[in-house]
């Protein structure tokens, strides 16, 4: 393939329009998915290894989630409000806080109190603010036409930053344990690099000009009406919010540690294997985001987040059809090749179809029904994963349920087209 047609298909030129702010929060992205990156791979054996039981870091890790959602939704929704720069700066100080309570501590009530009103990713995934009201942000510095482009790359890069923490991670605590570290003194030292770069996160924060804050009138407050930081737009976002809150519930059915315990169960895959899988499975992912930009400025936002959205989830259910291990790879690999083209896309038009003033809360609502959403279904996943009889079960709830949200999704949406669609 020529490279200048590479080129165009990745649409490197979006990234020469990222301002200084832009370029800042590329960087935010980045140290945040590798800190969070890193603390997935030893949270978990940190606690025990403190001390506490299963069932006691299960709890804490619920709370911790809980109370993220929480923290995200009162930040985002006053952040167009208050000042974007200073709710970001506000979720690094209270990253910087979890990350040291829990390095300097083993006590239960201290570490869930640290947990619920700090910010702690056990997962990997973005918790707290930052996602939402970057995203605003991103909106406000680059041009229309751009942002699904940038939103791509901003997804690229996380996934990027996630994978490289935790090879950081299991590279380090591995080291430190060969010059006969304890296990739980080399998984503390990762937790102190997570708060490490959670201030690292406050300085960078600090460096945002006012370009990235919402709009203001003249008297130096914005327009927003309501509690919830949306005025005009909430009847918009909140359908959006429960499509989002069913999709999300659809995919909480194979999240990948069911799928990758699937596997196990289905044809004896060993964790090693596995881990290739899903590497494999996430870098098409990540790059599979790039391309969606080229099909949104062809297709539209709506269409494009339908048409590859809606057959990645009749691959799904196909996965455990498949006889045997190499078609079920290869089959979750086609999955994942288009599964996350609706994820820049999706960012991008709530981008859109939301007043500039509203965005922060409007991502901050939308990413909150998510993760409500992904939540719930683990513990009914859970229930037929015990019995052997309905292990193939999740796979099929899952992608009947996401593509009832793709065929509802345009239905409501497709005639609301984003600004830079109908121009």
């Given at each position: ?5 590479l ?14 702010d ?5 960087l935010?992205?980045f140290?945040r ?9 030893v ?9 506490l039981?299963?069932?006691q ?18 930040l985002?929704t ?16 209270l990253?910087?806080?979890?990350g ?17 009103i ?5 997962s ?6 930052f ?9 406000q510095?680059?041009?229309?036409r ?5 939103f ?8 990027v930053?996630?994978?490289?923490g935790?090879?950081?991670?299991g590279?380090?605590t591995?080291?430190l ?27 960078l ?5 006012s ?8 008297g ?13 737009s ?11 809150a069913l ?13 990758a315990?699937w ?8 964790p090693?294997?596995l ?15 790039l391309v ?35 078609l ?7 999955r ?16 859109a179809?939301?007043?500039a003033?509203?965005r922060?809360?409007?991502a901050?609502?939308t ?14 996943a859970?229930l037929l ?5 309905l ?20 239905r409501?949406f ?10």
């Amino acid at each position: 393939m020529p490279m200048n047609t590479l080129a165009s298909i990745l649409n490197r030129s979006a990234l020469q329009h990222l301002t200084r702010d832009g370029a800042l929060l590329f960087l935010t992205r980045f140290a945040r998915l590798f800190s969070y990156g890193a603390l997935s791979v030893v949270l978990v054996f940190y606690l025990t290894g403190l001390g506490l039981s299963e069932s006691q870091t299960g709890i804490l890790l619920t709370l911790t989630l809980l109370g993220d959602t929480l923290v995200s939704l009162f930040l985002t929704t006053q952040a167009d409000r208050i000042g974007r720069r200073r709710m970001l700066i506000t979720g690094a100080i209270l990253m910087v806080g979890a990350g040291l309570i829990f390095a300097s501590t083993n006590n239960f009530l201290f570490l869930v109190v640290a947990g619920t009103i700090g910010v702690i990713s056990p997962s990997g995934n973005e918790v707290g603010p930052f996602l939402s009201i970057e995203q605003a942000a991103l909106s406000q510095v680059i041009p229309a036409r751009q942002r699904t482009a940038v939103f791509a790359w901003y997804t690229l890069i996380g996934a990027v930053a996630t994978a490289a923490g935790s090879l950081f991670a299991g590279l380090l605590t591995q080291r430190l344990q060969q010059a006969e570290v304890t296990p739980v003194g080399s998984e503390r030292a990762i937790i102190l690099v997570y708060a490490a770069l959670g201030f690292l996160l406050t300085l960078l924060f600090s460096r945002l000009s006012s370009a990235a804050e919402a709009h203001r009138d003249a008297g130096g407050s914005t327009t927003v009406k309501g509690s919830l930081g949306i005025g005009s737009s909430r009847a918009v976002v909140l359908r959006l919010s429960g499509l989002f809150a069913l999709d999300a519930f659809g995919g909480g059915f194979v999240v990948q540690s069911f799928a990758a315990y699937w596997f196990y169960l289905r044809f004896g895959v060993n964790p090693a294997t596995l881990g290739g899988i899903f590497f494999g499975a996430n870098v098409f992912a990540g790059v599979s985001a790039l391309v969606a930009s080229r099909l949104a400025s062809r297709f539209g936002l709506v269409k494009t987040m339908v048409y590859t959205h809606l057959p990645s989830n009749i691959l799904l259910i196909l996965v455990p059809l498949m006889p045997n291990l190499s078609l079920a790879i290869l089959v979750l690999l086609l999955r994942f090749s288009i599964s996350q083209m609706d994820v820049p896309t999706r960012q991008s038009y709530t981008m859109a179809i939301v007043r500039a003033e509203e965005r922060s809360a409007a991502a901050g609502i939308t990413g909150v029904a998510r993760t409500t959403g992904a939540a719930l279904a683990p513990v009914f996943a859970g229930l037929l994963f015990a019995r052997p009889s309905l292990i193939n079960l999740p796979f099929f709830i899952a992608g009947a349920l996401k593509i009832a949200y793709d065929l509802l999704l345009y239905r409501a949406f497709v005639r609301l087209q984003p600004p830079e669609e109908v121009e």
